[in-house]
């Protein structure tokens, strides 16, 4: 009777196991819809990303990702989120922009990628509408322009400058919260890069840079799946002392 009490004392005093996200703290480049979205602009970029990021850093990651509206409860589940297009969106509800704000002040990052940038990297009118609206989430942030210097170019590959299917600028814009790049911004259409059919063939070319240009642009959405999972999002980093750990035997492999 008293080892019984005990034990259930003991029981009691262990401390609950952290909370991961997704599949045991595996990155999922969640596809972010609003208004009438139903997919993002590419719908193989996202599980291609996840397959990218496992086969290179050995990190773990969902190879089906999954699919949130912004005004789904599920928005906070998870800290990250990858929202794309090409054309215009409608402007949020109040309980999207509720959502994504909530989201964001539990620490979540959002990468939001242009697939309709023109080729020397101008904003499609998704890009001008995706800051509109994220301005009216975070009307107090201004985003600012990371260069080389930022580590989400080092998180995991060294990288010079930011490329997608697009060359585009060098730079990524971002609204920075306590320090961190919560909204990464890309006019460089990293998705139409990563974009890979069942058959195993690209779906857009990537230029002027082909083949070359495409793995830099397949390192960066590494870069910024490994950014993401080192976040501080509420308690759940039971991932991060690994990735740590594997950042800094891998992270000087390469320095393209």
């Known amino acids: 009777m008293v080892l019984a009490a005990l034990a259930a004392a003991l029981l009691a005093l ?22 009438s979205q ?17 086969q290179r850093t050995s990190a773990p990651a969902r190879l089906a990702p999954s699919r949130v509206r912004a005004d789904a409860p599920e928005i906070s589940h998870a800290p990250f989120v990858y929202w794309s297009g090409r054309t215009d969106v409608a402007a949020l509800t109040s309980a999207e922009i509720a959502g994504l704000h909530n989201f964001f002040t539990l620490g979540g990052v959002m990468f939001v990628d242009d697939a309709g940038v023109g080729p020397s990297g101008d904003a499609s009118d998704f890009g ?10 975070l009307p107090d942030s201004v985003p600012i322009a990371l260069g080389s210097d930022h580590v989400v170019f080092r998180s995991f590959y060294l990288l010079s400058r ?6 585009g600028k060098k730079t990524l814009d971002a609204i920075v919260r306590g320090g961190a790049a ?12 990563l974009a890979r059919s069942a058959t195993g063939v690209w779906e857009q070319s990537v230029t002027p840079g082909g083949d070359a240009q495409r793995e830099r642009a397949i390192r960066l959405a590494v870069n910024v799946a490994m950014y993401a999972l080192c976040s501080n999002y509420k308690d759940d980093q039971v991932h991060a002392p690994f990735l740590m750990r594997r950042r800094a035997i891998a992270g000087g492999a390469d320095t393209k």
């Open 38 to 54: 139903t997919d993002a602009a590419y719908p193989t970029a996202a599980a291609r990303w996840a397959w990218e990021l496992v």
């Open 182 to 193: 919560q909204v990464i911004f890309s006019q460089h259409d990293v998705g139409g890069a």
């Open 128 to 137: 001008r509408a995706a800051r509109r609206e994220l301005a009216r989430v």
């Open 162 to 167: 930011a490329e997608g299917r697009v060359a």
């Open 14 to 35: 262990t401390p609950a196991p952290a909370r991961a996200f997704g599949e045991v703290g595996a990155f999922d480049p969640r596809v972010l819809l609003t208004g």
